[in-house]
């Protein structure tokens, strides 16, 4: 459809394998705007639909995957890494949210959430707060980065007195090994065994979360950009951790153990490996994937160990034509 309003144009891409080389080709796509991680939204119950914002010329402006679910009388639409803007699209900000808004139709009683996570651009933003979004900060909304641009001295240097010894400890056990895994049957069985260590570990920890595990084994498995590590002990396997990449950003995604790696101190090796990776593909930050200390001390204080660099991974943009409604779900999400 054209948005009379804009003269732009927005059309839904169907092909994935086009999407994704779409989302790839910006400096900011993610795994959260590739086509694999709206696959695994929609089979958790969402209606997902990728549509792209082109101008007169047909150059594409911006990229929008959009997951709808419906609750009640009210629809709820979730607009996860991005939109990105390509090159000509930023200075195009606000054009190509108003064609977006246009498309999508929202109801009285709907709302659009938009979570860049991590994928934000100056035109971006600038469209989203000239369009009335409405930004809702949350205290969660914060990760631990290293700056891999510095070296890997540098990183070493910074790092607690605690943290360097328990690295030292895990280099020196001979017996413990780690593999990056590249072959997809080896990557199958790798989730297979984080999915276990998973579960065992969210009921020894006592937390939930609505990941699925199953719903995203095949997801991760083949795709080159999900870093797969396991680390074992001998013959026991001991740890999984799983790290996805971008052009400028090597990501802690999820890790699982058992209670042999607290001894071993196989994630602080774990953890390290990565940076290294990370440096060796040209990443500029390794972003260590969210931190939660008033909920979550344990992990908080274990990744602090190695930075304290702060950042925020930015607020949730709400969009909505009821305001009651809207101040309503910024009042739940800030909590």
């Not at 914002?53 to 047909?58: F, I, L, N, Q, T």
């Not at 390290?272 to 200390?293: K, L, T, Y």
């Not at 660099?309 to 739940?332: E, H, I």
Request: glycine residues 8%; contains cysteine; hydrophobic residues 45%.
């Amino acid at each position: 459809m054209t948005d009379q309003e804009t003269g732009l144009r927005v059309l839904a891409l169907t092909d994935a394998p086009q999407w994704d080389e779409a989302v790839w080709a910006q400096p900011r796509g993610t795994i959260f705007s590739a086509s694999g991680w709206g696959t695994y939204k929609a089979r958790r119950g969402a209606a997902v639909e990728r549509l792209s914002v082109v101008d007169e010329a047909g150059d594409c402006l911006g990229l929008a995957q959009v997951q709808r679910r419906r609750r009640g009388p009210a629809r709820q639409l979730y607009l996860q890494g991005g939109p990105l803007l390509t090159h000509k699209g930023e200075r195009q900000g606000e054009a190509v949210m108003r064609a977006l808004l246009a498309h999508l139709a929202l109801g009285p009683l709907d709302l659009l959430v938009v979570d860049f996570n991590q994928a934000e651009s100056p035109g971006a933003v600038l469209g989203l707060l000239a369009t009335g979004f409405r930004p809702v900060a949350k205290a969660s909304r914060h990760t631990l980065e290293v700056d891999l641009t510095r070296g890997l001295d540098t990183v070493q240097a910074e790092m607690e007195q605690r943290w360097r010894k328990a690295l030292r400890k895990a280099e020196r056990n001979a017996a413990l090994t780690l593999r990056f895994l590249d072959d997809p049957a080896e990557r199958l069985r790798a989730f297979d065994a984080f999915t276990a260590m998973y579960a065992a570990l969210k009921t020894r920890k006592g937390f939930s979360n609505d990941f699925d595990a199953a719903s995203y084994r095949d997801l991760a498995a083949n795709d080159p950009r999900h870093v797969m590590l396991e680390v074992r002990e001998g013959e026991e396997l001991c740890l999984v951790r799983i790290a996805h990449v971008s052009r400028d950003r090597f990501t802690d995604f999820f890790t699982a153990s058992t209670e042999r790696a607290k001894a071993n101190a196989a994630a602080y090796l774990a953890v390290w490996s990565f940076i290294r990776r990370g440096a060796e593909e040209g990443c500029r930050v390794f972003d260590f994937g969210g931190i939660d200390p008033a909920n979550n001390r344990g992990v908080y204080d274990f990744k602090r160990g190695l930075t304290r660099n702060v950042a925020s991974t930015g607020p949730l943009w709400l969009y909505g034509r009821n305001r009651l409604v809207t101040a309503a779900a910024g009042a739940v999400l800030a909590r």
